[in-house]
T-cell receptor
Framework: EDKVVQSPLSLVVHEGDTVTLNCSYE??????LLWYKQEKKAPTFLFML????IEKKSGRLSSILDKKELSSILNITATQTGDSAIYLC??????????FGQGTRLTINP | GAVVSQHPSWVICKSGTSVKIECRSL??????MFWYRQFPKQSLMLMAT?????????EQGVEKDKFLINHASLTLSTLTVTSAHPEDSSFYIC?????????????FGPGTRLTVL
């Protein structure tokens, strides 16, 4: 059965800290891995990773895929209270299906 | 970016009634739409995939007679929860994709919170 596992499930840090969120997967017919940020409503897209070892960056966020280890990390540096959210990792499996992990609930305290 | 809307944003209904949720792509034509369910503190679970003009493909364990999906046009898909029961209470999110390729981004709607009394 296809599986996406995120860790930690919950993380509380202080503003300014750096955090690393983890995602590991076991899926057949892997296509790409995606990271989303979910605040109150719909997930918003952060990154799509297809190739191993190539870091993607957007401001204070960065992510990288390790296909050998079947995993990915999402880094957030100099965290701000606005980074508080649930971060979801998902795999594109097969033709179009997204398989989501449980999410990491990140809380940034001022 | 592309915009997907859902209506209603929340609904409360009595047990045994049916509820229809609409998902619209506002500025693009959605070849494929997806319906997800999210229980509290859990992740999104794909319920079904629908391609315009054809029958939806349901995930294992999702009752097709209970969750009726219609994707009649390239901008609208509907999910009808028939004979809703309290265990159907959940957050339902749709997403829409413009092309057929798996690299085409899925854009998510804001979700519909269903509470069945």
């Amino acid at each position: 059965e296809d599986k996406v596992v995120q860790s930690p499930l919950s993380l509380v840090v202080h503003e300014g800290d750096t955090v690393t969120l983890n995602c590991s997967y076991e899926v057949t017919n892997f296509r790409s891995l995606l990271w989303y940020k979910q605040e109150k409503k719909a997930p918003t897209f952060l990154f799509m990773l297809t190739s191993s070892g190539i870091e993607k960056k957007s401001g204070r966020l960065s992510s990288i895929l390790d296909k050998k280890e079947l995993s990915s990390i999402l880094n957030i540096t100099a965290t701000q209270t606005g980074d508080s959210a649930i971060y979801l990792c998902a795999i594109i499996q097969g033709a179009q299906k997204l398989v989501f992990g449980q999410g990491t609930r990140l809380t940034i305290n001022p | 970016g592309a915009v997907v809307s859902q209506h209603p944003s929340w609904v409360i209904c009595k047990s045994g009634t049916s509820v229809k949720i609409e998902c619209r792509s506002l500025d693009f034509q959605a070849t494929t739409m997806f319906w997800y369910r999210q229980f509290p503190k859990q992740s999104l679970m794909l319920m079904a995939t629908s391609n315009e003009g054809s029958k939806a493909t349901y995930e294992q364990g999702v009752e097709k007679d209970k969750f009726l999906i219609n994707h009649a046009s390239l901008t609208l898909s509907t999910l009808t929860v028939t004979s809703a029961h309290p265990e159907d209470s959940s957050f339902y999110i749709c997403s829409a994709r413009e092309g057929l390729g798996f690299y085409n981004e899925q854009f998510f709607g804001p979700g519909t919170r269903l509470t069945v009394l």
